[in-house]
């Protein structure tokens, strides 16, 4: 066996255009990664030991790290403790561009980095950052003008298993946000797998047992501490079921008004954590449709995208699988029923299989409808595709090309991938998936993290639609932003619905913010609002196309 | 002869001498004008997978025109998925005999399974499966099925729907028809039609569980919250259902060999509980391909059969290496393998071997718990041999580090809760069980055991 000796990133990936893309008449994104200055690629670590963390990494943030307004990115590195390569932070100007402010931000340290979480805990109106680690945990308070402070240590967030994705929500409705980790497998690096070949390869997720969420509870502030945290996994019920997790999703999803969670968990059935409002939760994923698709075969569940695909009012989720699997949308109906609804809705014969990672919904096209977007890369090693030339050697076989569907309206699909070059054309090993609106323009933009890879940053550029952006914040809490609250915009006779909740997709935090595409309205006629304490409100309509800042006692009580 | 005939003959006769020539350099054309048979893929290295097919490849050699010989040579390829290859050799099956079903299923299975622009040709041959009269009506019934479910996931469900009524109309012990049948009468609100059905696939290895997971939404569905829940822990306890019974493809099990079937056999018996067969496998997969990985799952395996002596002898050969003496897996089996051995040392009332194999296993569980500090399983059983080697302290600290790696695990704190009894600390030991008792499902008896045991 050779071990590389250099990192799997140290030959820079050539950006040269791939021989299979074609040209669209209307591509609905710009890769703009070049223009704006993202200069980022992922580096994992010396290439050949298989160590299993590096196929599945990683992610990174976009949210507003300075407070101007503006979303900025965070993008983890994963090379190890030790390895002098940090995390990397860059800053939005004015003009568009962005500036690397890693150094001295705080968040530029090495380590196995996997995923990332942002919300507010002090309640400061800054958001913190929580990042995920393969044996380790990181929490960082941001201090002002994207500088921030490790506080592990004396919030007492512990966790040293292999952390994935996680979710900053108040369960306990107590006006502090608490945390929800989600750990993959209890990996044993030292067991060496083959792939089918008898060749070395990573492992898959049967070799190792699955682990135990965990969830921590906001104290508050303690004596001479920004905040403080317990781990309550064991009293909250969350330890009654180890499994690998990979995704987390957490809202209100059976309409008590009480967060719950979604955890899609690789090989084994997802968990559906409802809150028994009681600060214990039960898993109800069995019995309310959402643990396993309709052939009862517990698949590769990795990232999850929510939206209400067919306009009913109801939050439905798109979870990505294995590509010799197929991808499952479980729709809700009636509230906190889940069906795989994946045949019905067309989404199982899409233009080509890929295993599936990060995934977020929005409306893209801007035609009211929810569209898919999610990326794609292997596990295991197959052919090498030729639009995966730009990769080093070893990262060729385990890359794939991304895919974008595209509603048709009432929640049926169509694979627009082979017309969408500029987002599906290039192969990558993609792993994280972030969706925010980062030029403010009212459509939405994604980020791609791919191992060994370039970040890319998509900017929309989507012709038609109209639109409303929505922030919810809450003055008395510093004005931080209200996870978990859940908006719904009526223009006409439709209804649009989403929450306000970063955590989603793979290891990544997205823009906080609800955008709505609401297709040809000029105007909307009212926006109504659940806030996380179960409290509901009303808000007039107004123009579409623009953005509006919606907080708690401001709107009238239905 | 007239100009014109003459370069009519000339050009026949070029034809006639350069044909041959040119399919022998497609290699389209073998001997009696079939076609050669595909050669096996070079990418193909396994070695006791390119034996089968070349043996079902010389067979379509010996016998051309035969029908069978290419569509067993078009599943041995299928078999190890080269599916290029065996369309091929379907379609030429079919060519030589258009009655027999099992061609045009298999290739529309195959075409399936691609996808892309070759679908509604797969959708075609299911349907002139179902057509086929000389086929079985155990046959004609999967291929009706087949098409239903393909209809379905190319959102056809108008046509499909029919066909699932007709499927279990003719064979409703058929556990596939029954589950679709009862699927799509609990989607059209016929609940207790739904009910009747799905219940009766309870005692199916192939929908049981499938049909817990229905009922358990119909229930929550009707309001019946505690059935539902009931439905929700037997779907959770149950194991994955077998793949849907197919005449078709049954065959294609046997014909799978090398690496890769063997790992798949190994861990779907290991999945299943297994174990007695899975010692088989996984000594053919150490034999055939020794690598550190196939000792290690053989080590496993011999582990779960209590065969400890044999584990021992695989332990030892592992840690021989240098790169053995890093796998903590290796240590751990190691240790419960002695540790077994312990247990049959003392039952036969031999002491001295009994404390010598426990201080052993101590030994290498805590090898496994020094290359891997968050191992739980290594600290646990470690506590256990401390235990009984009377070694108190030690074995409290090192039951107490497996709890901090795996406070969800029942078992860890039953194993404290005995170092803590053994120590005279009953109380404390009474407190751990319970918290035992409060992790463990309620249907687990063994934590309330103990914990009875210790109140007495």
């Given at each position: 066996m050779v071990i590389g000796t250099g990192g799997c990133n140290r030959a820079p990936p050539s950006d040269k255009p791939t021989a299979k893309i074609r040209p669209a008449a209307a591509d609905w994104f710009e890769d703009v990664t070049d223009a704006v200055g993202l200069n980022f690629i992922h580096d994992c670590g010396p290439t050949g030991t298989y160590f299993m963390p590096q196929s599945m990494y990683g992610g990174g943030a976009?949210?507003?790290?300075?407070?101007?307004?503006?979303?900025?990115?965070?993008?983890?590195?994963?090379?190890?403790?030790?390895?002098?390569?940090?995390?990397?932070?860059?800053?939005?100007?004015?003009?568009?561009?962005?500036?690397d402010a890693s150094a001295g931000s705080g968040l530029d340290f090495d380590g196995?980095?996997?995923?990332?979480?942002?919300?507010?805990?002090?309640?400061?109106?800054?958001?913190?950052?929580?990042?995920?680690?393969?044996?380790?945990?990181?929490?960082?308070?941001?201090?002002?003008?994207?500088?921030?402070?490790?506080?592990?240590?004396e919030s007492g967030i512990v966790n040293t298993q292999w952390g994935a994705s996680a979710a900053f929500f108040d369960y306990d409705r107590d006006g502090r946000l608490d945390l929800v980790i989600v750990n993959y497998l209890d990996y044993d690096k030292s067991w060496p797998c083959n792939g089918t070949d008898g060749k070395r390869e990573f492992c898959g997720p049967r070799t190792f047992p699955g682990t135990i969420p965990r969830l921590f509870h906001n104290l508050g502030p303690g004596a001479g501490k920004v905040v403080q945290f317990a781990d309550v996994t064991v009293q909250a019920g969350l330890a009654t079921k180890a499994a690998p997790g990979l995704g987390v999703y957490a809202a209100d999803l059976n309409g008590d008004g009480w967060p719950d969670l979604l955890v899609t968990n690789d090989g084994t059935p997802n968990h559906l954590w409802i809150n028994q409002k009681d600060g214990t939760f039960k898993n109800e994923a069995m019995s309310r449709g959402i643990a396993l698709p309709d052939n009862g075969m517990p698949y590769a569940n990795m990232g999850?995208?929510?939206?209400?695909?067919?306009?009913?009012?109801?939050?439905?989720?798109?979870?990505?699988?294995?590509?010799?699997?197929?991808?499952?949308?479980?729709?809700?109906?009636?509230?906190?029923?889940?069906?795989?609804?994946?045949?019905?809705?067309?989404?199982?014969?899409?233009?080509?299989?890929?295993?599936?990672?990060?995934?977020?919904?929005?409306?893209?096209?801007?035609?009211?409808?929810?569209?898919?977007?999610?990326?794609?890369?292997?596990?295991?090693?197959?052919?090498?595709l030729p639009e995966a030339e730009h990769l080093s050697a070893f990262w060729k076989p385990y890359a794939e090309r991304n895919q974008i569907l595209r509603n048709t309206g009432s929640g049926q699909f169509q694979d627009v991938s082979e017309a969408q070059p500029v987002f599906c054309g290039r192969a990558n090993v993609g792993r994280g998936l972030a969706l925010g609106d980062f030029d403010n323009d009212g459509k939405p933009d994604l980020l791609v993290f791919s191992v060994g890879d370039r970040a890319r940053l998509y900017r929309n550029v989507a012709p038609g639609g109209h639109w409303v952006g929505v922030r919810v914040t809450d003055p008395?809490?510093?004005?931080?932003?209200?996870?978990?609250?859940?908006?719904?915009?009526?223009?006409?006779?439709?209804?649009?619905?989403?929450?306000?909740?970063?955590?989603?997709?793979?290891?990544?935090?997205?823009?906080?913010?609800?955008?709505?595409?609401?297709?040809?309205?000029?105007?909307?006629?009212?926006?109504?609002?659940?806030?996380?304490?179960?409290?509901?409100?009303?808000?007039?309509?107004?123009?579409?196309?623009?953005?509006?800042?919606?907080s708690p006692g401001t709107g009238k009580v239905p | 002869m007239r100009p014109r005939t003459v370069i009519a003959v000339t050009l026949v006769a070029l034809i006639v001498a350069v044909a041959p020539g040119y399919f022998f350099m497609r290699g389209d054309l073998g001997i009696d004008g079939h076609p050669e048979p595909p050669l096996v893929p070079a990418e193909l290295t396994d070695p006791a997978a390119r034996k089968l097919i070349e043996e079902y490849?010389?067979?379509?050699?010996?016998?051309?025109?035969?029908?069978?010989?290419?569509?067993?040579?078009?599943?041995?390829?299928?078999?190890?998925?080269?599916?290029?290859?065996?369309?091929?050799?379907?379609?030429?099956?079919?060519?030589?005999?258009?009655?027999?079903?099992?061609?045009?299923?298999?290739?529309?299975?195959?075409?399936?399974?691609?996808?892309?622009?070759?679908?509604?040709?797969?959708?075609?041959?299911?349907?002139?499966?179902?057509?086929?009269?000389?086929?079985?009506?155990?046959?004609r019934t999967v291929a009706i099925l087949s098409l239903a479910d393909l209809l379905t996931e190319l959102g056809r469900g108008e046509e499909a729907t029919p066909l699932y009524e007709q499927a279990y109309t003719t064979d409703p012990a058929n556990p596939w028809a029954a589950y679709r049948m009862g699927v799509a009468l609990s989607n059209r609100g016929e609940t207790d039609r739904a009910s009747r059905i799905l219940l009766g696939l309870a005692p199916s290895s192939f929908a049981r569980r499938k049909s817990a997971i229905a009922m358990a939404e119909l229930s929550r569905?009707?309001?019946?919250?505690?059935?539902?829940?009931?439905?929700?822990?037997?779907?959770?306890?149950?194991?994955?259902?077998?793949?849907?019974?197919?005449?078709?493809?049954?065959?294609?099990?046997?014909?799978?060999?090398?690496?890769?079937?063997?790992?798949?056999?190994?861990?779907?018996?290991?999945?299943?509980?297994?174990?007695?067969?899975?010692?088989?496998?996984?000594?053919?997969?150490?034999?055939?391909?020794?690598?550190?990985?196939?000792?290690?799952?053989?080590?496993?395996?011999?582990?779960?059969?209590?065969?400890?002596?044999?584990?021992?002898?695989?332990?030892?050969?592992?840690?021989?290496?240098?790169?053995?003496?890093?796998?903590?897996?290796?240590?751990?089996?190691?240790?419960?393998?002695?540790?077994?051995?312990?247990?049959?040392?003392?039952?036969?009332?031999?002491?001295?071997?009994?404390?010598?194999?426990?201080?052993?296993?101590?030994?290498?569980?805590?090898?496994?718990?020094?290359?891997?500090?968050?191992?739980?399983?290594?600290?646990?059983?470690?506590?256990?041999?401390?235990?009984?080697?009377?070694?108190?302290?030690?074995?409290?600290?090192?039951?107490?580090?497996?709890?901090?790696?795996?406070?969800?695990?029942?078992?860890?704190?039953?194993?404290?809760?005995?170092?803590?009894?053994a120590a005279g600390r009953k109380p404390e030991a009474i407190r751990t069980a319970e918290q035992a008792v409060k992790l463990a499902h309620p249907n687990e008896p063994r934590p309330r055991q103990a914990l009875e045991a210790l109140k007495k």
């Open positions: 976009m949210f507003d790290a300075d407070g101007d307004g503006r979303l900025d990115i965070l993008l983890l590195q994963g090379a190890g403790p030790n390895s002098g390569v940090g995390n990397r932070l860059y800053l939005q100007t004015p003009e568009g561009k962005f500036r196995w980095n996997v995923g990332v979480a942002i919300g507010d805990i002090d309640n400061d109106g800054r958001p913190d950052v929580l990042i995920t680690q393969y044996g380790g945990v990181r929490l960082l308070h941001n201090e002002g003008s994207g500088k921030f402070r490790d506080i592990t240590a999850i995208a929510v939206g209400d695909y067919n306009g009913d009012g109801l939050s439905d989720f798109f979870v990505t699988h294995l590509g010799n699997e197929t991808h499952t949308l479980w729709q809700q109906g009636p509230v906190g029923q889940f069906r795989d609804r994946t045949q019905e809705m067309k989404a199982v014969r899409t233009a080509w299989r890929g295993t599936g990672f990060g995934a977020v919904a929005a409306d893209f096209d801007g035609d009211g409808w929810v569209d898919i977007a999610y990326v794609n890369g292997r596990v295991h090693r197959a052919p090498t008395t809490r510093g004005g931080r932003d209200l996870l978990g609250t859940e908006v719904r915009v009526t223009a006409g006779s439709r209804t649009w619905i989403q929450v306000a909740q970063s955590a989603h997709s793979y290891l990544c935090a997205s823009d906080s913010r609800p955008l709505f595409g609401i297709g040809g309205a000029t105007a909307y006629d009212r926006i109504e609002v659940a806030w996380p304490d179960g409290k509901r409100e009303v808000f007039p309509g107004g123009a579409s196309n623009h953005w509006v800042v919606l | 490849r010389q067979r379509v050699l010996a016998n051309p025109a035969n029908s069978s010989a290419w569509g067993e040579l078009g599943m041995a390829f299928d078999a190890h998925y080269e599916s290029t290859p065996a369309k091929d050799c379907y379609r030429q099956a079919m060519r030589l005999d258009a009655t027999d079903a099992r061609w045009p299923y298999l290739l529309a299975n195959t075409l399936d399974r691609g996808g892309g622009d070759e679908i509604e040709e797969a959708v075609r041959l299911f349907r002139r499966v179902v057509d086929i009269t000389s086929a079985s009506q155990t046959h569905r009707a309001g019946k919250v505690k059935d539902a829940e009931g439905f929700d822990y037997a779907a959770g306890l149950l194991p994955p259902d077998d793949s849907w019974a197919n005449p078709f493809t049954a065959p294609f099990h046997e014909l799978r060999r090398g690496r890769r079937a063997l790992m798949d056999r190994y861990a779907k018996q290991e999945a299943a509980q297994s174990y007695r067969t899975a010692v088989q496998t996984a000594t053919a997969l150490a034999d055939q391909y020794p690598s550190v990985e196939t000792q290690l799952i053989l080590l496993r395996a011999l582990v779960n059969v209590k065969e400890y002596p044999a584990a021992v002898a695989v332990a030892d050969d592992i840690l021989r290496g240098e790169d053995g003496k890093r796998l903590v897996t290796a240590h751990s089996f190691l240790g419960l393998a002695r540790l077994g051995m312990a247990d049959r040392a003392e039952a036969e009332g031999r002491k001295g071997e009994t404390k010598r194999l426990l201080t052993q296993a101590a030994e290498s569980l805590g090898e496994s718990v020094r290359l891997k500090t968050d191992f739980a399983p290594g600290y646990m059983y470690r506590a256990k041999a401390l235990l009984r080697l009377g070694e108190l302290t030690e074995a409290e600290k090192v039951a107490r580090a497996g709890i901090s790696c795996r406070p969800e695990e029942w078992e860890g704190y039953l194993i404290l809760a005995d170092v803590l009894a």
